[in-house]
């Protein structure tokens, strides 16, 4: 099924008006404030052509005419309509503020909400930082988008054609002026844009590769320091920071050229306007006044003109951005509930000709024709080389991956017939790299299990030998993980097989849980989960033949697919594969030595 | 004027039963310095500013003549326009003259050339320095970040060392790329158009420059305001990105364990805390703006009607008149912009505290002033009376004493925390001693300088970190002067030769590709490799093969053998199978030698804790 892996995370999906338009329910709630923010905008818009015209009455009128009639009552209309101008401006960022964050928010918790039932195989492809980069950085483009750049390119455009007719209408020789320098700053801005969104994605890229730098310098540093090469690590930092350099001091020369050109061309206008306008007013064609307006009004234009390519790559980039969300939107989980519950659980897996494919590589089948049959209460360990497919065998018992072909099933009913959160609830997995979140570390444990007692996590927590998250600084209030107090491996591993067996499973997974651990607390955790798996069902993932000694059989799995089960003595003795894998070489060693 | 009830339950945590997940920690030591400095830049941060700033000096003394230049041409403008009302126009309606006008004309037109070369010389300019000071910063946090030792970065954690060079030194580019010109433009304009209001008319200028006191106290308002929800936004996105990406990256566990509702039930809560500071942010700007444009509105009223009055009366021009409310309207446009880049300062300026506090840890490891030379290495290994502690009190090491003769290869065996690492980390200096010595060839190697060092003594360990880059490169890692042929052969000698040429590209394979992902063993082969073609006298393992399994392990096995063969080695394992190539064992438990021998004796001895250890061993074998 092609589709449940989802689009390749590294490259940009079409975008394109369309997707911005399918996101349209998200406004849809708010409709009104759209509304609102669209009439403040244009009433601004309005004001701002009032003031200069008012300005322009006040000079042709009272001043040119010494008429004090109307000067204080024309000031007065300037200073209510100023007020005005404000209030709209307040309301319109008022309201703006909580409809933007609102849409955001609620596309940002889908997101989350969509990303959490997509499967391992979508998950397995894409890192969480490229799914962070959808969550944050576009979703901020597309609130940007509609609560400011779509009201300002309504409102920019309209401002734009009226003050232009009102120029015309005033003096058209100099109208004629302004609307054609309108023109070529759009269409420059636009070209500027477009390269500097070019630049910018390259200075991106080197920033990124710097970062990768930075990355090594820090993970890898022991290894070098112990081989003693900060210089060689340092020069190449500053090869590729001296490369970033130069790719930013092209961006600057080109933004300096962009916002230099901006600043110019109005005052250009100026000089035609100034000259144009003055011999219209010697001449008769035009008032004082209205050369002022004129030129107040003109000066007005230069942020709506110049801010149309600023607004249009805004539009761009939330279209792409817009795309980029579809794109995990439009995954529909591959892994879907079924509808029926085992009422009276008993345990009994089997794995029934099963193959197992990725679903980025159809062809290579990583399991063929497994068949186990797991009793209830029984446990069986897998053991394999690297890469035969262990984990993916235990991963298809929850279906966090579906089999290919074949079925698993418990208790005789077939796993993707089982209500999701039922099945999962039946089977538990101490995973080899154990994940920790940051959070409490109850929260941590009774992740399978929100309703655990005190009494439970207790013997949890002696089972897996973790005691030690009690004598933690809050006990298990403190919080670990990443964010949070640091754990040893082996206390990690502790933790998520204690999560594991509080989840009180029929199914119990546990994969190489052990490895991390010392030998004596090994003995110790075994000794416990001995008495745990007497009556559970149990698949265990075995590097190490003490861990094999939990089971009562064993299964050796061979480039996918299942050779040999039985006795792990018999397989000893047997099966010449087996022993390779289990035995040290140091055994054949010391006995060749003793001979 | 804003609703500060919204932050209240913010601020507090853990208290509700939502917030509860989340669990107690220690105040991350970067989020109280950001605490601090929200407002203004701490000590630390302003030396380093100065320090940085300094080669620059007449750098940015140009630059002020330039950026007084532009403004004065700027502003030049409107004073202009204003005479080409006044004395321009006159002259035409009284006799066709056109010159007055032309040659104000062209004084607009010169001065509009000058604004521009000015202002493109003035981005570029400071672009430069900028992007200098930026690169600056880069090299020097790197290297010093080398330079600090394993024991800081044990406690700072990679993490951190990252963000300090990608989110704090983005910061302050963001700062350079467009708070810098703003913050200049918007003083230079605000003094320059208060002067020539003034200077064109007093009375009039005295009433526009009313405004000050309001747009002073609004100004202010906003900056300590936004100081404030910045912090808390600052940490609501935190939360945000972290429960983010430990869901995703970690949601094997959260579907197998059937976390979504509870997951989404945090997510909702910390998006929406997210949104409240958010709220909180943006309605401080919705306050800020309009306050700006109402005050300017005001003013421009007030200047009208003042202004308008004194036309009337003939005390001023219509010229003067026109003039004032192109000014005004200069002098409010960058105000409004200062509410946009202030964040951007806040930011920046956190960043440099933090980056100040980085740089000026002192490395726990000093170079000897005077590095003795070491001609030729032996390899012989002495500890001497050597006591050491992570924490001051509880040492790990009390007095240990070991000497490992040249070419000896000496397992080190023990429970966990009985010192063995600690041991291994003394001997590559990762750490120094707090008493007694450790001597190479008889050299204290505090005495040695750090590439004598390096050169002479390498460790692996079980992280056997691979950079990105060929398999070639990552072997040559270890000598980076070595040829393609030397490479090989390092390889050949640890028998890794067959599998690297099996990879799609040979040894140019990229390892960081999916192609090119390496098991595990082989990533341990690769890093003996690299060891290997270091060619060390003394060779430090520490658990290096504890994370294979067994079928690598005995390949790594092995190679071992090849790779120990005439120089010294100390092994440090909790498995017993790699201390089987041992000449010599060494028992410790809670920092002390307990049991010391050769394999052979220690388990003929029959009794003690090696023997017992080994017979444990064979067990689980069987």
Same mark, same amino acid.
């Given at each position: 099924m092609p589709d449940s892996a989802g689009p390749a995370p590294d490259q940009d999906p079409p975008a394109g008006v369309h997707s911005l338009w399918r996101l349209r329910g998200y406004l849809r709630p708010h409709a009104l404030s759209m509304t609102i923010m669209l009439l403040a905008s244009l009433g601004g818009v309005g004001l701002s052509i009032a003031i200069p015209l008012v300005t322009k009455a006040l000079i042709d009128g009272p001043v040119t005419h010494h008429e004090s009639r109307g000067l204080i009552g024309l000031g007065l209309l300037a200073l209510a309509l100023g007020v005005l101008e404000a209030v709209l401006i307040w309301w319109r960022r008022w309201v703006q503020s909580a409809t933007v964050l609102d849409l955001e928010t609620a596309l940002r918790g889908d997101l989350y909400d969509h990303l959490q039932q997509l499967p391992m195989s979508f998950h397995s492809r894409w890192q969480s930082g490229q799914l962070l980069s959808r969550a944050t950085t576009d979703l901020s483009a597309i609130r940007r988008f509609s609560g400011f750049g779509l009201i300002f390119l309504i409102t920019n455009v309209l401002q734009l054609t009226i003050v232009t007719v009102v120029l015309l209408e005033m003096y058209w020789p100099l109208g004629l002026v302004v609307a054609a320098t309108a023109a070529p700053i759009v269409w420059l801005s636009m070209r500027f844009e477009r390269s500097y969104v070019l630049i910018s994605r390259r200075v991106q890229d080197e920033q990124g590769d710097l970062a990768t730098l930075a990355e090594e310098g820090a993970v890898g540093i022991r290894v070098i320091k112990s081989f003693g090469r900060s210089e060689h690590v340092s020069a190449q930092y500053e090869a590729a920071a001296r490369s970033l350099h130069a790719t930013s001091m092209d961006k600057v020369r080109l933004s300096a050229k962009f916002w230099t050109f901006l600043e110019v061309i109005p005052n250009l206008a100026v000089v035609v306007v100034l000259l144009l306008g003055a011999i219209g007013v010697g001449k008769g064609y035009l008032t004082p006044g209205e050369l002022v307006a004129f030129i107040t009004l003109m000066l007005s234009l230069v942020w709506p003109i110049a801010s149309l390519g600023v607004i249009l790559a805004m539009a761009q980039e939330a279209m792409t951005a817009a795309a980029r969300i579809l794109e995990i939107f439009d995954t529909t989980p591959a892994i879907v509930t079924g509808t029926r519950e085992i009422e009276r659980p008993r345990g009994h897996v089997r794995f029934e000709h099963v193959d197992f494919a990725f679903p980025d590589a159809p062809d290579e089948l990583v399991l063929h024709d497994v068949n186990l049959d797991i009793a209830p209460g029984e446990t069986v360990a897998l053991v394999g080389a690297t890469g035969s497919g262990k984990t993916i065998l235990t991963a298809l018992v929850p279906r966090l991956y579906d089999v290919t072909a074949g079925r698993v099933t418990i208790d005789g009913v077939d796993v993707r017939e089982l209500r999701l959160r039922h099945l999962r609830q039946l089977v538990a997995t101490a995973f080899e790299e154990p994940t920790l979140f940051s959070m409490s570390a109850r929260e941590n444990l009774t992740l399978g299990r929100a309703d655990a007692t005190e009494e439970e996590i207790h013997s949890a927590l002696e089972v897996s030998q973790a005691g030690f998250a009690r004598d933690l600084p809050w006990a298990l209030d403190t919080r670990i993980g990443e964010q949070g107090m640091a754990l040893s491996g082996g206390q990690r591993q502790r933790l998520a097989l204690a999560r594991a067996v509080l989840a009180h499973p029929t199914v119990l997974v546990l994969d190489d849980t052990l490895s991390a651990l010392d030998v004596h607390t090994e003995r110790l955790v075994e000794e416990a989960l001995r008495r745990v798996l007497a009556d559970t069902t149990g698949l265990v993932v075995a590097h190490r033949a003490s861990t094999v000694l939990l089971a009562d059989r064993v299964a050796l799995i061979q480039d996918g697919t299942i050779t040999h089960v039985g006795d792990h003595r018999e397989l000893l003795a047997t099966v010449p594969a087996y022993r390779e894998l289990l035995a040290a070489e140091a055994l054949d060693d010391t006995e060749g030595g003793a001979a | 004027m804003n609703q500060p009830a919204d932050r209240a339950d913010i601020g507090t945590e853990a208290d509700t039963d939502v917030r509860r997940w989340r669990g107690v920690a220690e105040v991350d030591a970067d989020e109280a310095a950001e605490r601090m400095t929200a407002g203004g830049l701490g000590g630390g941060s302003r030396r380093l500013l100065r320090e940085l700033l300094a080669p620059y000096r007449r750098a940015i003394q140009a630059l002020v003549l330039i950026v007084v230049v532009e403004n004065a041409a700027r502003l030049s403008i409107p004073y202009l326009v204003k005479e080409g009302i006044d004395t321009g126009i006159p002259p035409i309606q009284e006799s066709g003259d056109l010159d007055p006008l032309l040659l104000i004309v062209g004084a607009v037109l010169v001065a509009t050339l000058v604004q521009a070369v000015s202002r493109n010389l003035f981005l570029v300019r400071s672009g430069r320095i900028g992007q200098d000071v930026l690169f600056e910063v880069r090299r020097r946090v790197f290297r010093h970040f080398q330079a600090l030792s394993p024991a800081f970065h044990d406690g700072y954690t990679s993490g951190r060392v990252i963000s300090r060079q990608t989110s704090d030194v983005d910061a302050i580019y963001e700062m350079l790329e467009t708070g810098f010109d703003g913050l200049v433009t918007a003083a230079l304009t605000l003094v320059g158009t208060a002067g020539i209001l003034v200077l064109l008319d007093v009375k009039l200028g005295l009433v526009a420059l009313l405004c000050g006191p309001f747009l002073a106290w609004l100004t202010n308002w906003f900056r300590k305001e936004s100081a404030r929800s910045y912090q808390v936004t600052r940490e609501k996105v935190a939360l945000v990105i972290v429960h983010f990406v430990e869901s995703m990256g970690g949601i094997r566990a959260v579907q197998a364990f059937r976390r979504e509702s509870r997951n989404q039930e945090i997510f909702d809560d910390v998006n929406d805390q997210y949104r409240a500071a958010?709220?909180?942010?943006?309605?401080?700007?919705?306050?800020?703006?309009?306050?700006?444009?109402?005050?300017?509105?005001?003013?421009?009223?007030?200047?009208?009607?003042?202004?308008?009055?004194?036309?009337?009366? %003939?005390?001023?021009?219509?010229?003067?008149?026109?003039?004032?409310?192109? $000014?005004?309207?200069?002098?409010?446009?960058?105000?409004?912009?200062?509410?946009?880049? $202030?964040?951007?300062?806040?930011?920046?300026?956190?960043?440099?505290?933090?980056?100040?506090?980085?740089?000026?840890?002192?490395? %726990?490891?000093?170079?000897?002033?005077?590095?003795?030379?070491?001609?030729?290495?032996?390899?012989?290994?002495?500890?001497?009376?050597?006591?050491? =502690?992570?924490?001051?009190?509880?040492?790990?090491?009390?007095?240990?004493?070991?000497?490992?003769?040249?070419?000896?290869?000496? @397992?080190?065996?023990?429970?966990?925390? =009985?010192?063995?690492?600690?041991?291994?980390?003394? =001997?590559?200096?990762? $750490?120094?001693?707090?008493?007694?010595?450790?001597?190479?060839?008889?050299?204290?190697?505090?005495?040695?300088?750090?590439?004598?060092?390096?050169?002479?003594? *390498?460790?692996?360990?079980?992280?056997?970190?691979?950079?990105?880059?060929? *398999? @070639?490169?990552?072997?040559?890692? %270890?000598?980076?002067? @070595?040829?393609?042929?030397?490479?090989v052969a390092a390889a050949g000698a640890l028998g890794a030769d067959d599998f690297i040429r099996a990879l799609p590209d040979g040894y140019d394979t990229d390892v960081s590709n999916r192609g090119g992902r390496l098991s595990a063993g082989q990533r341990q082969l690769v890093a003996f490799a690299r060891a290997f073609l270091a060619d060390p006298a003394v060779l430090i393992l520490d658990e290096a093969t504890s994370s294979l399994d067994v079928p690598s392990e005995r390949l790594v096995q092995r190679a071992l053998r090849t790779v120990l063969a005439g120089r010294t080695a100390v092994i440090i394992a909790h498995r017993l199978s790699t201390v089987e190539i041992a000449d010599r064992v060494v028992v410790m438990e809670h920092g002390r030698i307990v049991e010391d021998g050769s394999p052979e004796e220690l388990v003929a001895a029959g009794s003690g804790r090696f023997s017992d250890l080994h017979r444990a061993w064979l067990d689980s074998l069987a």
């Open positions: - | 958010n709220l909180v942010a943006f309605r401080l700007v919705a306050w800020f703006m309009p306050g700006i444009r109402l005050i300017g509105n005001i003013t421009i009223a007030l200047v009208l009607l003042y202004g308008g009055y004194r036309a009337y009366q %003939g005390e001023v021009t219509i010229g003067v008149l026109a003039a004032f409310l192109l $000014y005004l309207r200069q002098f409010f446009e960058p105000m409004m912009e200062i509410s946009q880049f $202030y964040n951007t300062f806040q930011s920046a300026s956190a960043a440099l505290d933090k980056l100040a506090g980085v740089l000026d840890q002192e490395p %726990g490891v000093p170079e000897p002033e005077r590095p003795r030379d070491l001609p030729q290495a032996r390899g012989e290994v002495r500890f001497e009376h050597v006591g050491f =502690a992570y924490v001051e009190g509880r040492p790990v090491l009390p007095d240990l004493h070991l000497t490992v003769p040249a070419g000896q290869t000496l @397992a080190l065996v023990g429970t966990t925390g =009985a010192g063995k690492t600690t041991l291994a980390k003394l =001997a590559t200096r990762f $750490y120094d001693p707090t008493s007694g010595r450790v001597l190479l060839d008889g050299v204290d190697l505090r005495e040695l300088a750090s590439d004598t060092l390096r050169d002479r003594v *390498v460790m692996v360990t079980q992280e056997n970190y691979l950079f990105s880059g060929t *398999v @070639a490169d990552n072997i040559r890692f %270890g000598r980076p002067t @070595a040829t393609l042929e030397e490479v």
